[in-house]
């Protein structure tokens, strides 16, 4: 009798043991997928967010931090900041560095020599990053030019772009 009554109460807390085992893993893998669906939530709004916005959308918010430093107009007055640049009216197929009435680097005017307009993909890389693509071009490690200012995102790129080549005059 001893025996089965040990063995009963045995048998009964190996179960208790196992149900509160499984109660465990069920409360900490629900909270860990709570916690998995919270963050893909987020990402997700995030996204959708981005997908939201259009190109153009996208391009005028790029283009109000291009504002700070730049002109949009024809025009060879720059802004009063120490930073500032020359006007990117007709920037796409214009000569690089020949904007009258603005001091360039030594750099990006050496990039004019080499290179005889801003194209496309001249664009693209210097917005990705200036001082990475003087310097490849240039293949001079010292190279930096004035512009401090990038784009790392590809849609941000593609967007300006886009709003840089409707800077010109109409085709008459
Ligand atoms: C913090 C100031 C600043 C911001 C912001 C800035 N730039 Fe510049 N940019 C400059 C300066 C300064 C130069 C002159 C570079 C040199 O002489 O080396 C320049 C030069 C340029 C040039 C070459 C112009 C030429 O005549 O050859 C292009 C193109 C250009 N910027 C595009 C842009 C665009 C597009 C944006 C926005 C996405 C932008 N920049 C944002 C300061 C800025």
Known sequence: MWKKILLGSST?????LLLSVILLLTITTRAYGAEEKKSAGGSDKKEKIEATISVNERANLV???CRQCHALEATEEQKTNPDAGPTLFGIVGRPIAQAGGYN???????????????????????????????????????????????????????AILKL???????EE
């Open 164 to 170: 840089l080549k409707t800077l010109q005059r109409p």
């Open 63 to 65: 283009v109000s931090s």
């Open 104 to 158: 360039y680097s030594e750099d990006l005017k050496t990039l004019g020599t080499l290179e005889p307009t801003w194209t496309e993909d001249l664009l693209m890389a210097y917005l990705y990053n200036p001082k990475v693509m003087l310097r490849t071009r240039l293949n001079n490690k010292k190279a930096r030019g004035k512009m401090g200012f990038k784009l790392n995102r590809i849609i941000d790129r593609q």
């Open 12 to 16: 009964f807390l190996l179960l208790r």
